[in-house]
């Protein structure tokens, strides 16, 4: 399950009184200024999937506090659940999606308590609101057979042991049973059971804290390991209870037949021994650390390599938890990434992160107002919270008029050193331009390190998606830095490429220039040998027809020969949803894994007129043109 659509809504929550809603995506961004809200989305959708407890501050001072309510939509649903009997039902036929064909969960606190308590968990959705058919979630097994038959419905060959047969059956019973947006219980019965089995595909959401503590005293800050330590030895601690019952048994049997000796011979000495056992705590007996090369230990290093090191422990802990919870997707939310951190760390730290979000089931939210990592991010992935005179908060996202907005809030200064924007259609391809780059060098070729000039801030990338080009141009105007934009064409000729009329807006503006690949995609630049040795270093044997055409789909294709390959039956029988992924994850194999094997003479095959190289000798020249 994922976060998805208006997929969280607040009221009288903290600042937000009146309902808010925020969109999110595989990875997403709240800006905003000091104290506008940023933080409090994300403790919000802590306490929704119970990372943290709500408290008496949580809600709004100037809104209802028994209807503190956090809702939050999902997609990418489970296609069955398994609530009574072992018998499957599926959410659409328990009538709990939304018009959107969506689940949105909402929970309900008394915020007016010492400590606050959850009143209610409801979905929101289409349900029939017809007398006698509107309750069945909330009705006992006694009461379900009664209503059965006293609306006539068929239970012919109903296992009535299941609840969900027969509430079927008695939905099945109407001819109009007047569908409407309700809010349906999920305490109690048939509702409860399917909360409750709903459980296990809810992600597991991870929140690490923009004030979380780094210093000496703080235990995970002198070695993150010491709190693994400690949940592994609470993972096994039944077991390791019956080691110390039983050394301590079998030591005072032996303490016990001693003094029992010693009584025969010296009964006076014999009096005044006591056999008394005292044990350590079992994780004194482990000694570990992380240290560097120089032998110096994290508690020593500086505040910047701390938090470093304790966000990855964080990452590899959300991850081993979400495995033992058997949960499917995990949601990594990290408040303000940039603290602490160089520049060059920032940047490695969010390409990371943007990596991590094209994952399967990871999502990611990050909270900034550093500029720098605001405009480094694809405009659709930003959330500008606005908050005006009266102190009322909205949610914007990146159109025109309000990116002004952003940068003026957050600041547009560029760093000092950076020569060059490079604008993108996707993270995939910053994959790409990267690894070409390297596979030139490789060969001896003179052309611009990019991962090296992306990491020292001379040149950042900006995935800003083909149609966004005039948004971006606005956008990243009042930074004064040459930019160079590269579209994919998409369209074969005669036919114009699909973004000419963006892209001659950013060619009217100085230093900035705009091209079309030749091809349908940066993926046709591939060859077909490499993307074979990539996936054979899997263990995956591909069948393709290659060499690829200049406007063949190649994702798509890769994506069907990869699945015809796993013996997973016909590309056909595979669903919208599934083929969208499928296609994600080839992308993300091909800019990667496959541009690494590409050589010089491979590219000389697949791109004959030095198409690629032209490109990397123009940024070469915008950077040596840039005063």
């Given at each position: 399950m994922r976060l998805i659509g208006l997929s969280l809504s607040l009221e009288n929550f903290r600042c937000y009184d009146a309902p808010i809603t925020v969109r999110f995506d595989n990875l997403t961004a709240l800006v905003g200024t000091?104290?506008?809200?940023?933080?409090?989305?994300?403790?919000?959708?802590?306490?929704?999937?119970?990372?943290?407890?709500?408290?008496?501050?949580?809600?709004?001072?100037t809104g209802d506090p028994k209807a503190m309510r956090i809702e939050c939509e999902f997609d990418q649903l489970p296609e069955q659940l398994i609530v009574d009997v072992e018998a499957p039902t599926t959410l659409a036929e328990e009538f709990l999606l939304s018009p959107q064909k969506t689940l949105v969960i909402r929970k309900t606190y008394d915020g007016g308590r010492s400590i606050p308590k959850e009143t209610s968990i409801e979905a929101m959705c289409l349900h029939p609101k017809k007398a006698g058919f509107s309750d069945l979630l909330s009705l006992k097994k006694a009461d379900l057979a009664k209503r059965a038959e006293a609306l006539e419905a068929n239970l012919e060959g109903v296992d009535k042991r299941v609840n969900s047969l027969v509430r079927r059956a008695i939905w099945d019973a109407s001819d109009e049973l007047e569908l409407g947006e309700v809010a349906?219980?999920?305490?109690?019965?048939?509702?409860k059971q399917v909360w409750t089995a709903l459980q296990q595909y809810l992600p597991t959401f991870a929140l690490f804290k923009s004030d979380r503590s780094s210093t000496d005293q703080d235990a995970e800050a002198q070695d993150p390991l010491k709190a693994a330590i400690q949940e592994a030895i609470k993972a096994v601690e039944p077991k390791l209870q019956e080691v110390r019952d039983h050394v301590e048994a079998e030591v005072k049997k032996i303490a016990a037949a001693t003094v029992e000796k010693l009584r025969e011979m010296d009964p006076t000495i014999a009096e005044s021994l006591d056999p008394v056992i005292s044990t350590r705590p079992w994780a004194s007996l482990f000694s570990t650390s992380i240290t560097g090369d120089e032998g110096i230990p994290l508690n020593k290093r500086g505040s910047g390599v701390k938090r470093l090191v304790l966000l990855n422990f964080f990452r590899a802990k959300a991850e081993k938890d979400a495995v033992e919870k058997k949960s499917t997707s995990v949601i990594?939310?990290?408040?303000?990434?940039?603290?602490?951190?160089?520049?060059?760390?920032?940047?490695?730290?969010?390409?990371?992160?943007?990596?991590?979000?094209t994952g399967e089931g990871k999502q990611v939210i990050l909270t900034t107002h550093t500029p720098m990592l605001a405009r480094y991010l694809d405009q659709n992935d930003l959330r500008f919270i606005r908050k005006n005179a009266e102190n009322a908060r909205s949610i914007v996202e990146g159109e025109e008029a309000e990116l002004t907005e952003i940068a003026r809030s957050l600041g547009v200064l560029a760093d000092h050193n950076v020569k060059i924007f490079i604008g993108v259609e996707g993270v995939h391809d910053i994959s790409f331009l990267k690894g070409m780059s390297q596979v030139l060098i490789n060969a001896g070729e003179k052309v611009p390190d990019l991962e090296k000039l992306e990491l020292d801030g001379e040149l950042i990338f900006v995935p800003l998606g083909g149609s966004n080009l005039a948004v971006w141009a606005s956008r990243l105007a009042p930074i004064n830095r040459p930019e160079f934009h590269i579209c994919d064409r998409d369209n074969a000729p005669p036919d114009q490429p699909k973004y000419t009329v963006h892209m001659a807006a950013v060619n009217d503006r100085t230093s900035c220039r705009a091209i079309a690949t030749d091809k349908r995609e940066l993926e046709n630049y591939l060859h077909v040998g490499a993307i074979f040795d990539a996936y054979a270093a899997q263990?995956?044997?591909?069948?393709?027809?290659?060499?690829?055409?200049?406007?063949?789909?190649?994702?798509?294709?890769?994506?069907?020969?990869?699945?015809?390959?796993?013996?997973?039956?016909?590309?056909?029988?595979?669903?919208?949803?599934?083929?969208?992924?499928?296609?994600?994850r080839a992308k993300h194999a091909l800019n990667n894994a496959a541009v690494a094997l590409m050589t010089a003479e491979r590219l000389a095959e697949t791109d004959p007129n030095d198409e690629i190289r032209s490109w990397f000798e123009t940024i070469a020249q915008m950077m040596i043109d840039t005063p």
């Open positions: 000091n104290d506008v809200g940023k933080s409090s989305i994300m403790d919000a959708l802590a306490i929704f999937f119970e990372a943290a407890k709500a408290d008496k501050d949580d809600a709004c001072k349906v219980p999920l305490e109690n019965e048939g509702g990594y939310a990290i408040e303000e990434p940039e603290t602490s951190q160089h520049p060059r760390n920032q940047r490695l730290l969010l390409n990371a992160l943007r990596e991590l979000s263990n995956i044997t591909v069948t393709l027809a290659g060499p690829f055409n200049d406007f063949d789909d190649v994702p798509t294709l890769v994506a069907e020969a990869v699945h015809v390959a796993s013996g997973a039956g016909g590309w056909g029988e595979v669903s919208d949803r599934n083929k969208k992924k499928k296609e994600g």
